[in-house]
C-alpha cells in the first residue's frame, strides 16, 4: 500500500484559512505569478482573443487550469496559465483587476467566499445561491460532475468490522474509534462540530495530523493509529490503498464541484463552448487518475497530464 504525496497547500472549506495562505505567501514569496509571464507550453500564437487562466497553489488547481487553456487554445483562443497564485482571496482579485481571466474553483467554497453565512449543501442549492452571490462583473460557469470534497474513510478491515457505509453508520460506533485530520477540523463547521451536530458522532479521540490527508494520514489509518480519516475525495491514496468512502448522507459538507470562475467580459459564447467541452467530461474519477500522475515519485508536470488528457477525450488535436 503506497499512501500518496500530498498537496503543497490544503484546500479549506473555511475562507479565513484561505485569506490567511494568501497574506502568508504575499509575504514569503520571492516571486508573485501575477508579475510574471505565463508558465505552461498552453500558450501559444493563435490568432484568437487572449485569456489567461490563473490557478490556486497545489496540482489540482493547475491541472485544472491547464484543462481549460488546452480547451480554449483548441478553439482558436491565444491561452497560458499562470500557476501558483495562491489563495481565493488573491485570485479573485486577480480576476477582477484584469491580471487573470479565468480560475478554476469549487461551487461550495467559493459561495462561502462570497457569501460566508450561507446554508446552502446541494448542489442545486450552492448553484442557485452563487449565481446570485457572485460579484459584478465575474461569471460562474456550469459545473462539472468532478468534485473534491472532504471525505471521510475507513480501511476495508474496519468497513467490514463496523458495517460501515456510511457516516450515519459510523455515527452508531464513533465512540470507539479514533479519527484523525487536520488541527483546523476540531473547530470549523465541517469538522467535528458538524459531525455532532449532523450525526451525533463524537470521536473516543480527535488526532491532528499536520499533512492535509497526505501520508501520515494514510500510514496513520493503515496501521490502525486512527481508525477513520478525513482525506479529500480526488486522493488517490483512496483508491491505492483500497479505503472505503462514508456516504455523507445528511450533507454535512457542501457540494464541492468544479467550476470556472472568470471575468464576465472575456468569456464569450466561444470560449464558454469551450470550456463546456472540459466541463462535460470532468470526472471525480478523472481527477483522482490526473492527480495519481501528477504525484509521487515518477509525477509529471500538471501541463503534460492535462494535455493528454485532453488528447484522449477528443478536445485537442
Keep these: 500500500m503506497n499512501p500518496t504525496t500530498p498537496r503543497p497547500a490544503r484546500r479549506t472549506v473555511l475562507a479565513s484559512g484561505a485569506v490567511l ?33 490563473g490557478s490556486a497553489d497545489f496540482p489540482e488547481s493547475e491541472i485544472i487550469a491547464n484543462l481549460y487553456a488546452g480547451a480554449l487554445k483548441a478553439e482558436g483562443f491565444n491561452a497560458s496559465v499562470k500557476a501558483g497564485i ?31 453565512k450561507s446554508t446552502a449543501k446541494k448542489s442545486a442549492d450552492v448553484t442557485s445561491a452563487l449565481a446570485d452571490k457572485t460579484p459584478k462583473g465575474l461569471t460562474v ?36 474509534l479514533v479519527l484523525g485530520a487536520p488541527a483546523e477540523f476540531a473547530k470549523r463547521a465541517g469538522g467535528l462540530p458538524g459531525l455532532k451536530e449532523n450525526y451525533g458522532c463524537v470521536p473516543k479521540q480527535f488526532k491532528p495530523i499536520s499533512d492535509g490527508g497526505g501520508p501520515l494520514t494514510v500510514k496513520a489509518l493503515i496501521s490502525d493509529q486512527i481508525q477513520v480519516a478525513d482525506i479529500f475525495s ?15 448522507t445528511k450533507n454535512n459538507w457542501a457540494s464541492q464541484q468544479v467550476v470556472p470562475l472568470g471575468r464576465t467580459e472575456k468569456l464569450d459564447a466561444r470560449a464558454k463552448a469551450a470550456i463546456a467541452k472540459v466541463q462535460s467530461k470532468l470526472t471525480t474519477q478523472a481527477l ?7 504525484s509521487g515519485t515518477n509525477k509529471v508536470d500538471p501541463s503534460a497530464a492535462a494535455a493528454q488528457w485532453l488528447k484522449e477525450q477528443g478536445i485537442t488535436g
Design 86 to 116: 495562491g489563495s481565493r482571496e488573491v485570485y479573485v482579485k486577480a480576476l477582477q483587476d484584469g491580471s487573470i481571466d479565468l480560475v478554476p474553483d469549487y461551487n461550495g467554497n467559493l459561495l462561502s467566499y462570497f457569501d460566508p
Design 21 to 53: 495562505l494568501g497574506l502568508a505567501l504575499a509575504g514569503c514569496s520571492s516571486s508573485n505569478p501575477l508579475d510574471s509571464a505565463p508558465s505552461t507550453s498552453a500558450s501559444g500564437s493563435a490568432s484568437g482573443s487572449s485569456i489567461v487562466v
Design 288 to 294: 483522482v487518475s490526473l492527480n495519481r500522475q501528477t
Design 141 to 176: 460557469l456550469p459545473a462539472a460532475s468532478a468534485e473534491d470534497t472532504d471525505t471521510l474513510v475507513v480501511t476495508a478491515v474496519t468497513a467490514e468490522k463496523y458495517k460501515l457505509t456510511s457516516i450515519e453508520d459510523l455515527a452508531k460506533v464513533c465512540d470507539q
Design 234 to 248: 480526488t486522493s488517490p491514496a483512496i483508491e491505492d490503498n483500497s479505503l472505503v468512502k462514508l456516504e455523507d
